[in-house]
Structures are given as C-alpha cells and as structure tokens.
C-alpha cells in the first residue's frame, strides 16, 4: 500500500508566529521543524503498523527546509521541491491515499492559526469554480484527478473544521486551537503524535470506505492579490484581468489549473510530462 504524506510548518503544534509585514513569520524555526518531524513520524508509525509498505513524504513548506531526513522515521522517503511545480510534488495514480500534515486554514479565518493561501504576502482569497478555496481543499482536489482519496489531515482546529467541511469522512487529529491569526494555545505534543499514530493506524486500515471529491469537465480559477501591482504578472502570462487586483484562468483540469498559478502556460505542464487521471509518476 503506498501513501502520499504532504507537509506545512504552519500546523503542528509549538510553532511560534508573527507577523511579518503583511503575511507570516515563524520565529522559532529549529522547534517549528522538529515538531513537525515529530508529527511526520508518528503518522508514519501508525501507516506501518496499519499495512502500508511505501510512503512517500513531500515537504511542502517554502523552499522544502522544513524536514531533516536524518531525523525521518524508516522507511519513509522524502520528496523536496525545487522549481515551479514538477509533476512528482503531487500525487498520481499509484498513489492509495494521501495525508496532509500540518496544514492549516485558508487565508480569512478567524480562528485559524497563521491562516493564508499558498501566499500569505500575496494572496487575499482564492475560488475554484466559485467554491472558495485553500490548501487543504486544493490539494485534495489535485489528488481526486487520479482517484487518491485523503484519509487524515492534522492541523490546527480551523484546519480540520475546514477539511471536515469538505470531506465529511476524513479523519482528522487537532494540534491546537487558534485564538487568532498569532495567538494559540497548542494541545502537548506527545499527545498530538499518539493521536496522529491511532489515527493514521486506523485510517489505512479502513481505506475503503474514504471517498474521492467529485471532479469536474471545466475549471476556472481566480485569485484576490493584496496588490493590484501582483496582478500584472499573471495578465502577463494570460490570465484575464477582470478587477483592478483580481485575475481569472481556466482549464479542463485540476492539474493544469495549477501549473498555471505556478506558472506554467495553458496545456503546457501536463503535454510535457504526459499527465492524464492515470498517470504514475516515480516508481521503485
């Protein structure tokens, strides 16, 4: 059984935010990494002991500085990414499920502990054929492309409220309870990592009865920018400026809509490297 695990820094439990500027600063780093290998590796526990053989971790914070595979629980591989969106940061078709570590809320929440969307400097609110959108529900939409359900998603209580609302038979494990954008109160870690290691147990145990999101024919995605001046860049690359600080693209699938944000031309990402709803990607 294999599984993908897709990791944030802003969703474990110690992690110390501010402001910086407009968007958000981790200021105690070291502590913010370990606790989240510390996550990272209970859930990997709880995957074996459950029956999955092949597990394959992407640090998905920033630049991917956030995991030490030094510190990485066997046998559990590690996926960093270094370019505008290679076609292995996400799942594929070999993939049985992916889990989301460490995640957080969509930018606006009030209660969600260092909430944004992909771009906490940039980004005000992001909709994806009108629903509004963030990570959580990003990423599982790119995962439902190939018909990868997500069984468990650990973050702060917004995040799994938000994962909760739209997948109502995910499994989650809260890491604190965000009282503000910066200020939490975070659960002990040692009972964050049990938690995730029963759930994560548990969950691949019973991977059958998760469900995969509906997909769609047509896509169309909008982003709000906090600058008008942000906006400039994606009319450039073909986005269609319909506000001041408001840009639009559209696709025929989840994949391509996201290359684009990352940005890729229309069509161009998945010509090159062959992606269709069977595509596998890395295999060992």
């Given amino acids: 059984m294999k599984i993908m695990i897709m990791t944030d820094l802003e ?48 640090d998905g914070h920033g630049g991917s500085n956030s995991i030490d595979i030094m510190k990485l629980q066997a046998p559990a591989m590690l996926g960093t990414i270094g370019g505008p969106m290679h076609p292995a940061c996400f799942c594929d078709a070999s993939f049985d499920a992916i889990i989301q570590i460490g995640a957080h809320a969509l930018q606006g929440t009030p209660d969600g502990y260092m909430c944004h969307s992909f771009n906490s400097h940039g980004v005000c609110n992001m909709w994806l054929n009108d629903e509004l959108i963030g990570e959580i529900g990003m990423e599982s939409r790119i995962a439902s492309y190939f018909k990868v359900p997500t069984i468990l998603v650990g973050g702060d209580v917004a995040a799994c409220r938000e994962a909760k609302a739209l997948m109502p038979d995910v499994t989650t494990v809260a890491t604190k309870k965000g009282i503000s954008r910066y200020t939490v109160i975070d659960r002990n870690p040692a009972d964050v ?44 690359r073909g986005w269609e400026r319909i506000a001041h600080n408001m840009v639009q693209t559209k696709a025929d699938n989840i994949i391509d809509i996201f290359a684009q944000y990352c940005g890729w031309a229309p069509g161009i990402h998945n010509k090159k490297y062959g992606i269709t709803p069977k595509w596998k990607g890395l295999v060992f």
């Fill in 193 to 236: 990592q049990a938690d995730l290691r029963k759930a994560a147990e548990k969950a691949v145990k019973n991977i059958k009865k998760y469900k995969v999101l509906p997909t769609s024919k047509h896509y169309v995605f909008r982003l709000e920018l906090m600058c008008e001046n942000s906006a400039c860049g994606y009319e450039m």
């Fill in 11 to 58: 969703g474990p439990s110690g992690i110390n935010g501010r402001a910086d500027s407009v968007g958000n600063k981790t200021v105690n780093l070291p502590i913010a990494c370990q606790a989240l290998v510390d996550e990272v590796n209970a859930t990997v526990q709880g995957l074996v002991a459950g029956g999955a053989d092949e597990i394959v971790v992407w």
